[in-house]
């Protein structure tokens, strides 16, 4: 009724053999998602930087940037240019982003037990819901 399966299994481990295909320790994995989620981090804060220029998002894009190359073997990370337009709700969409981008980072930070990255993913989440909070809620006029 079925044809036997005449060759082996691409995803077969059996054979022992398993140097064949790359391995990563939960260690590394966990550094690839804490470079990831900082990164992103990195550019809504570039993105915020060019629609409302700070001091404190300078300094934190600083800090972004060097955990993240200190996570990436010294790669340092791609920045986004800074774009001067944007409006109210905008702004606060990205403050948004910020925030649950840095609280990801916060859970890979704790899962990996990296003391430095978490404190300044707290301070980013810390800083955007204070700004978010800050500004008035917009309503549709009915």
Known sequence: ???????KSVHSTMAGNTSD?????????????L????AALLAVTDELRGTEPSADLDTAAER???????????HAP??????AA???QRRAALHERAHTLAGRALVVAASRADTAAAILAAERMDAHAA???QRPELSAAG
């Open 35 to 38: 470079a990831g989620h900082l």
């Open 64 to 74: 972004l940037a060097q955990q993240v190359t200190r996570l990436r073997a010294g």
């Open 131 to 133: 700004a978010s909070a």
């Open 21 to 33: 295909f790359p391995h990563r320790s939960r260690e590394e994995e966990l550094d690839i998602q």
């Open 78 to 83: 791609v920045r986004a240019a800074a774009n």
């Open 1 to 7: 009724m079925y044809e036997p399966i005449r060759t």
């Open 86 to 88: 944007g409006d109210e």
